[in-house]
């Protein structure tokens, strides 16, 4: 698993996105205004929506605003038009970098994420310039210690998920994008309830940081992290658990 992977799922443990519900909930409202405006809105019939819901729900959203969210998305009420955007370039060492966004500013969004790649070693590229490093793929975490770890590969395998990825106290279920939302249903009826589930760019080779590079890039991250316009960042990176460990635990 890349360092990206691994970081995100520290910041998950230590409550970092209950800290920011109020970006999660603009995020979610977004994605399903995007997801309802490309497939209509049935969930039942467009899954990218199904899914858009059903995080909603995770994170406590209420009804009211999943149903004006979908409003918005079909040209029922009036509103801001987003528009999803990818971002592509390196970071301190060498790590590939990809940033998704949704907006309704580019100019505003792409200054933004510029910045903060000039701000922390990084060079934002042209598109396409570090995608190819990257698989999407579904991705289901499951922490090792809250579920049987036999089980959960059988029950995957069942499923025909893609791999099954074991690091330290996490398990990976990897599936095809297509296959993502069928999987997902298929283990949480097994009662596999997963930690975070997502479809993700999965890189294909890494590279490892130390010293000033990993500390730049956990900080290159954070900062695009941070944008509200950004929905998710990719990387290739890697490193030392005591790095990750000693940066986790910083202020």
């Known amino acids: ?56 729900r995770s994170v406590n959203m209420p009804r009211d605003n999943i149903d004006r969210a979908i409003k918005k998305g079909t040209g029922e009420l009036g509103g801001e038009n987003y528009e999803e955007v990818r971002y592509e370039g390196y970071g301190p060492g060498g790590a590939a970098v990809i940033v998704d966004a949704t907006t309704d500013n580019r100019a505003r969004t792409g200054a933004e994420v510029r910045y903060a790649f000039n701000r922390y070693s990084g060079n934002l590229g042209a598109t396409g310039c570090v995608s190819f490093m990257f698989e999407r793929l579904g991705v289901l975490e499951f922490d090792r210690a809250s579920v049987d770890a036999d089980k959960l590969m059988e029950a995957a395998i069942e499923a025909n998920a893609k791999d099954i990825v074991e690091d330290g106290d996490t398990l990976t279920v990897q599936t095809a994008p297509e296959d993502f939302a069928r999987v997902k249903e298929a283990l949480e009826g097994q009662s596999f309830t997963p930690a975070s589930a997502k ?53």
């Open 1 to 56: 698993m890349s360092g990206h992977s691994k970081w995100a799922t520290i910041k998950r443990k230590k409550g970092a996105a209950d800290a920011k519900r109020g970006k999660i909930f603009t995020q979610v409202i977004r994605e399903i205004s995007i997801a309802a405006g490309l497939g209509g809105c049935d969930p039942d019939a467009n899954p990218r929506l199904r899914l858009a819901v059903q995080k909603a």
């Open 199 to 251: 479809l993700a760019m999965v890189p294909s080779s890494t590279v490892t940081l130390s010293g000033t590079n990993a500390e730049q890039m956990i900080k290159l991250y954070e900062a695009l992290d941070e944008l509200e316009d950004v929905s998710e960042v990719f990387a290739n990176f890697e490193m030392s658990d005591d790095d990750m460990r000693r940066m986790s635990s910083s202020p």
